[in-house]
């Protein structure tokens, strides 16, 4: 049940409810005194700042043409509640009215090309210790909150996937603080607000790291630099903040991709049930075949899943033009009924390409391609891509559907053997789902071929646990969130 109520709901969404969680637990906490604050603070700052942040928000978007999110903009004042103060709000109106107006500005005057550089959180607190002399208390950091921290973070990562980031922050905080000499005991692992720091704005993904190796750089660097700010200034408390925005800075350089706008063209059906939806980029736009994007696209009433979404891009670069291709139920989530209502000439926002499911440098590597329903989109994006530039590789693509009217792309896959690609539909409710047996037959030369696995999530799990099992040693995984067959 766990496994489905993540594969439903978005990481924004998933952060709102776990920091709105954190918050009504320490006004509990604050009322039942088991917490040194006034409850009435904590709960009076968080309600100010929600309606600061979110009209703020709501102004700066009409000035720079933009459309609102009211899930970001909530999301950024809970946590800027849970790390200032507590404050009595009216005595500290000013210094509440700032932070959560910067914030907000940070996001729109403080970016590029529509795209944030810093963590709107860190940047805030940091700018009211220069102009207010008041920063982060990080308050929420308890050994009466950590378990909540703990549980909220913990779903937050599993959602994010960014284990590589959070490990490597750790790994190089804990060593640092081993290499200082410092005494190391089971406190030193259990410091609330560092738990609350790495679990909840470090794996921010509008200012982090898409790709795992510069996740790792990322997180270190983070770390690094929290570490030696305490030796350099003595005594200096606001290194949290501080790192988290050097580290912004950071991934500014490691990914200078920034937000982009597309204006919606038209749409189509490929198969039953299965639309390509067609973008005209606004700007200069390059990407490699198998990056994806993070769709922005505010609308009416959005349902527990949000205004955001991961898709692959499933065009090639030749072909001038932006698609994303997705199945779309008859009750299907708000947001995709928000796209198959776009009028001609709308726009929405999407950041750069991301991700590294994409082919070798190698042309003579040989490849085997595993598709499941709608998980076939970055491949066509790959073979409509070397197909315009008649680029030959060794590519054999295992497309697993339910029924033959659901294969998508079938005429590009077929002319697609012309540059070495050789396509095997599996019909799963005929041959069963692909399994050890089916992969020795199809792909006899399996153990030489790197694998590519894109599908829904529990699909792509099942097939790395079984290429695992027979020693396959090159698996790359690409999954599509919120489905479940």
């Not at 996937?161 to 750790?170: D, T």
């Not at 973008?279 to 994007?293: A, D, H, R, V």
């Not at 790197?450 to 529990?458: D, K, M, Q």
């Amino acid at each position: 049940m766990l496994g489905r109520f993540l594969n439903q709901i978005t990481m924004y969404r998933l952060m709102l409810y776990f920091l709105l969680g954190l918050w009504v637990g320490a006004v509990v906490l604050a009322f039942t005194e088991v917490l040194p604050y006034n409850f009435l603070d904590i709960l009076l700052t968080g309600v100010y700042l929600v309606g600061v942040c979110n009209l703020a928000n709501y102004l700066l978007a009409k000035v720079f043409k933009a459309r609102t999110n009211l899930e970001s903009a909530s999301i950024t004042a809970l946590i800027l509640t849970l790390i200032v103060g507590p404050l009595a709000v009216w005595e500290n109106i000013i210094v509440l009215t700032f932070i959560g107006v910067f914030a907000m500005a940070a996001k729109y005057i403080l970016a590029i090309r529509k795209k944030h550089i810093f963590n709107p959180a860190a940047s805030a607190v940091l700018l009211s210790v220069i102009f207010l002399n008041i920063g982060a208390s990080w308050w929420i950091g308890s050994k009466f909150t950590l378990p909540l921290i703990i549980l909220g973070g913990v779903l937050v990562l599993a959602k994010t996937k960014r284990y590589e980031l959070v490990g490597s922050f750790l790994v190089v905080y804990f060593f640092t603080l081993i290499l200082s000499g410092g005494r190391v005991s089971i406190d030193s692992f259990t410091v609330p607000a560092i738990w609350f720091f790495v679990l909840v704005m470090l794996v921010e993904p509008l200012t982090s790291p898409a790709t795992k190796n510069r996740q790792i750089i990322f997180g270190a660097v983070v770390a690094a630099v929290y570490f030696l700010l305490q030796k350099i200034i003595p005594g200096y408390n606001y290194g949290l903040e501080t790192s988290l925005v050097v580290g912004n800075l950071l991934n500014l350089a490691l990914s200078p991709a920034f937000n982009m706008v597309l204006v919606f063209k038209k749409k189509e059906e490929v198969v039953q049930n299965i639309w390509q939806f067609y973008f005209e980029p606004m700007s200069k736009f390059e990407f490699t075949p198998g990056q994806y994007l993070e769709w922005t696209y505010p609308h009416k009433n959005p349902d527990s899943r949000g205004v955001r979404r991961y898709f692959t891009i499933s065009s090639a670069p030749e072909e001038g033009h932006v698609t994303v291709t997705m199945r779309v139920a008859e009750k299907g989530s708000s947001f995709k009924s928000a796209l198959m209502n776009m009028n001609g000439g709308e726009e929405l926002t999407t950041s750069g390409p991301q991700g590294d499911f994409v082919l070798p440098e190698d042309k003579s590597i040989p490849i085997a391609f595993i598709a499941g329903g709608i998980g076939v989109t970055p491949f066509r994006s790959m073979v409509k891509s070397m197909l315009s530039q008649d680029e030959k590789r060794d590519i054999m693509l295992l497309y697993a559907n339910s029924a033959e009217g659901d294969i998508a792309f079938r005429d590009l896959f077929e002319k697609a053997k012309d540059v070495g690609v050789k396509t095997f539909y599996i019909d799963t409710k005929k041959e069963g789902h692909i399994d050890e047996p089916m992969i020795e037959e199809k792909v006899p030369d399996y153990k030489k071929r790197v694998f590519f696995v894109s599908g829904p999530e529990p699909m792509v799990e099942a097939i790395k646990k079984m290429l695992s099992g027979i020693n396959v040693g090159k698996i790359k995984t690409d999954f599509f969130p919120g489905y479940t067959e």
